[in-house]
């Protein structure tokens, strides 16, 4: 199966959507969002935002590695 490497990013904040580019060498573990400014963090046992508030998880989860 071929690694998505681009996810849509949902504030919980606000509601505001951007589809983004997700590192592949790094988690990202804060994302700011462009409309509210709110900083957002992973939720309680995701290792990045992309796990938490992405439409597609991290690279490493998709491939079943281990995250960071």
Known sequence: M???LKSEIT???CGHQKEEQMP???CQFFYNCENCK???KPNQGD???YCSFGTVACPP???NK???
Do not use: G
């Open 24 to 26: 592949t060498n790094a």
């Open 47 to 49: 290792c990045c935002v």
């Open 2 to 4: 071929e690694t998505i």
């Open 61 to 63: 989860i998709q491939e």
């Open 11 to 13: 504030c919980p904040n």
């Open 66 to 68: 281990s995250c960071c």
């Open 38 to 40: 709110k900083v957002m």
